[in-house]
């Protein structure tokens, strides 16, 4: 009997799997069910709106919905020759300008045609102006009196390449890249390259931090560990208050401490360390210490959650081994140390990346991180494409190193408190 | 799934140990896995009758406390289905299913009062006020705990916490108590006495009980009949007496009470009984299930069934040699050496081994019934 | 102090070396959370030490300035409504992660804790291009939305923590023995979770009471916040009531702290 019941489950084992799925899909979309409102609701308050916003970096609709008749005039015409359009096109941007200048829609067009030449917006605006002066006749020569660029096909070709509902202008100014009038991809001038300064100068920061977070956090956590449970409770106690405190106070803390008339200095001057006052607000160092400030708890407390898990025998182990002090602890506890110090690193390097507050607050314009970017080019140029490039940018190193925390540490091992 | 129905109807059809009454319970062809890949119960056939003592014995991880989750509602089978009075209950929520459920770390309501604990099963079934309030210590005084009903769970010795438990999972008069290894964390005297207090409890109030244990004295102290699981499969299913005597494989045998397992070949069978050879050609009759002629056949034979020659009725008689006596008190053990060079263990009454000394040769006689020719 | 009994000499002068670096760390931390009370009761209006007379006056200042109080009641509003729905959604997401049977758990799990660790410009931007597309921005509602964003997370994290000591074999127990799921949740999972959920609600409040970015871009001089204000004012000119918001903004997240560990507390006992 034994025999043939085990031979029939084994003919059906293809099945299994199908037959589990199918026994537990009821409780599946049930536990499914629960998360479900949480999940559409940051989906739609949440990715849905930064994924648009993202969408902002590649989007282009200036040309085509201001100078749709221009664009279609060119669509025959070979950009690359050495020849302007026909009269045709010139007909159609005089057409197209004309409605602008009724919508309001003509500066608009100047500073986003600005962006691939300068001087742009000044021609525009200049046909704009002069709408009313145009003859009856041929009106290439009309527009070549205003500027002569208009006889030339490369400004043509600028316009015809910006008709297209996606642009990769913005995304390459990001990393410093342009694209020519015949569309090829260059550096741009040496002077004009900021941008791949500011990534670099971002993850600068964010690396010092992270490092100095280390190097104070590490011991701190380890003398932590060690410490009798009424003084841990304590120290514990020193590590998360800071943590609960507002990221602004804090900040406003280190403004009223780092000014040149600030507490630090008044110190040094009483203590006759210094005789004249030190400049620490606006500077790197002021920045870098108010955000290893702000970002130790979150160091400190993975590497110390690792450390109290370390049994007190391993070092007793290794030293009765013949181990010296300094050897049992770099080759026995400090690796085991190591799954702490990658999550609580990671996190810090990655909440480093975003930090806008501190920045602005205490930083120099030299300490600007791409948050700061990010922020000005919407609130002072309306710069949507370029701000949205930035976030891009910004986004994919979060999210690469947020796939690495995710990999090596797991969401499920994030404690808070 | 139509060759599927049909072998159903044909198990179905199989005449059924108690025709008298419906079964409580009946499990057919149940399969359970958790991963897709194993089978943590690979055919269960199982009918629990009414009013039975049911126990469930098998080693760790050998998917009883699997099975017990399928029948309370809380695991879906992967394969076939449960039959509660006669009603397939796939689609039945545990809360509908009227099942008591004993678990293995009582799972009280730690933020409730011992009275609050018993008395849920009554909320949900709109007894309240004052019947509710004596039927709970009606349920309490029925365990022992009369008097304790105001303190919380964490304020009661295990044992008491298991009276609790239990008096909850009873205090609704289920049709069906299930019990997960209810006294694996009591001591040993503790969980003598509680073996005891289960069992008047259940016959007390007839109710039908499924009780898991990996502990055999357990099984066959409580038991009207026990079913031993290994493997994902019930390896035979019996009452204790049948399942100590007559066990039908080698693992159960193994598995209940001490057993001397030795190799031998089958040579025939003559009036029920079977004939097998040794290692060393000694002749023995056995009794077994099945005497298929196969080539890893044993013998089993428990070592308090071998008694010394004394010349009577036994149909195998058998030279030893002694190789060493460890003396227990009551009994004495013996380790032999016999068919060449087998080791096997003897247990006698110590007065009887008395006179049995180490290094000497020995003559040792056991029946045909204790001589059990198992396969695999 | 502190070190094993077969330590030698030169580890004892290590060891006591690592113990003061250590006390001054944790000094670096918590010192700069001192200077702005003493700042916001001193009399003078110019930061300076040592405080010379002492003063509630830039408290009064700041109870008596509409713009202040508004920007506080503004503060408490948002923060509670973004808590009822961050607590609400969490909870219920927590508990459906929590059962074993959940799909695609990682990939949840990653999308549930991003709002943790994405840059707040980016999501603050997003918001206020795609709020503003349905008329939410300048409006409490927007902001109270996106910060309930922020917040899911930390309810999400508390809550499953809560859960991962919770034995599921009470809820079995609870079916078996005739209530059905909602019944089980509300008599014997919620009871024994709700410190777990007491605490996400005190983070998720803490997480909009104190947000900025968000509220900058979101809010219109009505539904200004609390710390919107208080920034604007630094980089404006930094004034002794901007110490006593932030010393007020301190007292509210020390309160939050210490009453999540009374929680705490309360449920170890
Ligand atoms: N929820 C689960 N998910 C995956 N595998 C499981 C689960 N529960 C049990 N198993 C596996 O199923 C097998 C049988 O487990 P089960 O708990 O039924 O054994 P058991 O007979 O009750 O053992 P024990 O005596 O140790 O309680 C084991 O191998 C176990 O690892
Ligand atoms: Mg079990």
Partial sequence: ?417 | MNTMTLERRRLGDEPSPTPAASPMVVFERVQKTYDGRTLVVEDLNLAVRRGEFLTMLGPSGSGKTTTLMMLGGFEQPTNGRILLEGQAVERLPPERRDIGFVFQNYALFPHMTVADNVGFPLRYRGIRGAEAARRVAEALAMVRLDGLGERRPAQLSGGQQQRVALARAMVFKPKLILMDEPLGALDKQLREHMQIEIRRIQQQLGITMVYVTHDQSEALTMSDRIAVFNDGRIQQLSDPVTLYDRPENRFVAGFIGDNNTLPCEFLGSENGLAFVRMKDGTRLAASGPAHPARSDLTVSLRPERLGLDDAGSAENRIKARVLDKTFLGDRVRLTLEAFGTERLVASLPAAEGAAVLPGRDVGMAFSAADCRLLAR | MWLPAYATRSERLCRLAVVLFAFAVLAFLIGPLFVVFPLSVSKDPFFTFPIREYSWRWYADFFQNARWMHSLVNSLVAAAASTLIATFLGTLAALGISRPGFPARKAVMALMISPMIMPVVIVAVGAYMFFGSLGLTNTRTGLVLAHAALAIPFVVVTVLSALSTYDSNLSRAGASLGAGPVSVFFAVTLPLILPGIVSGALLAFAVSFDEVIVALFLTGADQRTLPVQMFSGIRDQINPTIMAAASLLTTVSIALFVLLNLIRRVKRA
């Avoid at chain 1, 525009?124 to 205003?146: E, T, W, Y």
């Fill in chain 1, 1 to 417: 009997m034994t025999q043939t019941l085990s031979l029939t489950s084994s003919a059906s084992a293809p099945n299994l799997r199908a037959a589990l799925r199918r026994a537990e899909r009821p409780g599946r979309l049930g536990a499914l069910a629960l998360a479900l409102p949480a999940l559409l609701f940051l989906i739609v308050t949440f990715a849905a709106p930064i994924g648009l916003f993202l969408t902002t970096a590649v989007r282009n609709p200036e040309v085509r919905d201001t100078l749709p008749q221009t664009a279609a005039a060119l669509a025959g015409w070979d950009g690359d020759g050495p020849a302007a359009p026909g009269e045709a096109a010139f007909a159609a941007l005089l057409a197209d300008l004309t409605r602008a200048k009724e919508d309001n829609t003509a500066a608009a067009l100047g500073k986003r045609l600005n962006y691939e030449s300068a001087g742009m917006r000044s021609r525009i605006m200049s046909v704009v102006r002069h709408l009313g002066n145009f003859k009856d006749g041929a009106l290439a020569p009309q527009f070549a009196a205003l500027d002569p660029v208009w006889a030339s096909p490369d400004l043509w070709a600028i316009i015809k390449r910006n008709a297209a509902p996606v642009t990769p202008y913005y995304l390459l100014t990001a990393v410093d890249l342009q694209q020519d009038a015949s569309g090829a991809i260059t550096r741009v001038a040496e002077d004009q390259a900021v941008f791949l300064g500011i990534l670099g100068r971002t993850l600068w920061i964010a690396g010092l931090v992270t490092g100095a977070t280390l190097l104070l956090g590490f011991p701190t956590a380890y003398v932590i560990s060690l410490a009798p449970a009424r003084i841990a409770g304590f120290m514990l106690l020193m590590v998360l208050l800071p943590l609960w405190t507002s990221l602004l106070v804090r900040t406003t803390a280190w403004v009223v401490l780092l000014q040149t008339d600030g507490v630090i200095n008044q110190v040094l001057l009483a203590l006759g360390l210094t005789t004249e006052k030190l400049q620490l607000m606006l500077t790197r160092f002021g920045t870098v210490t108010a955000m290893t400030h702000i970002q130790l708890p979150f160091t400190i407390l993975p590497i110390f959650s690792v450390m109290k898990s370390i049994p007190e025998g391993q070092m007793r182990a290794a030293r009765s081994l013949g181990a010296p002090p300094f050897f049992a602890f770099w080759r026995v506890y400090a690796p085991q140390t190591l799954p702490g110090v990658t999550a609580g690193c990671l996190m810090t390097f990655i909440l480093s990346l975003g930090y806008y507050i501190t920045p602005a607050l205490v930083g120099g314009p030299r300490d600007q991180m791409l948050s700061n970017f990010i922020a000005t080019y919407i609130n002072r140029d309306l710069n949507w494409g370029m701000a949205a490039a930035l976030a891009g940018l910004l986004l994919v190193m979060t999210l690469s190193i947020y796939l690495l925390f995710l990999r090596l540490v797991g969401a499920e091992r994030i404690k808070l408190g």
